[in-house]
């Protein structure tokens, strides 16, 4: 495509952004396990994840494609623990089952949906575009996740509210 890499560039940038993946599970293996801190370090792993997601649309070349994906990899594990940790902490032990449940169903919609109309906005976008956009809607939805929710304590346990 738009970096003229072959398959096996195509390889590369997914064996980069597995290494990213890895060492964003190191890090949050390493990382507390407080409120406060999961809520950080997912709204940090959904920047990161944005910013680099818009800086692998720049890229011009290979090389600095490799390092935008090795980022992006880091950032989505970055987000995917913290948020399976906050969900188990902030909800119920009887409604967790149905929460985890509603959260599976709605995020393979939303991959239906990605893929059904990936095709059309690939054609008239194009890749660099779609890049971009999904890029700063990430970058976007951190900054709103930063503004709804803050943490509080309730007897000394911290919990997270959405902001009034």
Not at 55 to 82: C, S
Not at 117 to 144: D, Y
């Amino acid at each position: 495509g738009p970096l003229h890499a072959d398959g096996s560039g195509y390889s590369v940038l997914m064996a980069l952004y597995g290494l990213g993946m890895v060492a964003g599970s190191w890090t949050n293996a390493r990382a507390g396990s407080d409120i406060g801190g999961l809520r950080r370090r997912w709204l940090f792993g959904i920047a990161v994840s944005g910013v680099a997601t818009a800086l692998a649309a720049l890229a011009p070349n290979l090389p600095l494609a490799l390092v935008a994906f090795m980022f992006i990899g880091l950032g989505e594990n970055l987000l995917v623990g913290p948020e399976m940790r906050l969900m188990q902490e902030m909800v119920s032990e009887r409604m967790l089952g149905r929460v985890f449940g509603l959260k599976d169903v709605l995020e393979n919609t939303a991959f239906v949906a990605a893929f059904l109309g990936a095709g059309a906005l690939l054609s008239v976008a194009g890749v660099r575009a779609v890049f971009v956009g999904a890029g700063v809607v990430t970058v976007a939805l951190a900054c709103v996740g930063a503004l709804a929710f803050r943490t509080r304590r309730v007897v000394g346990r911290p919990v997270l509210e959405a902001g009034e």
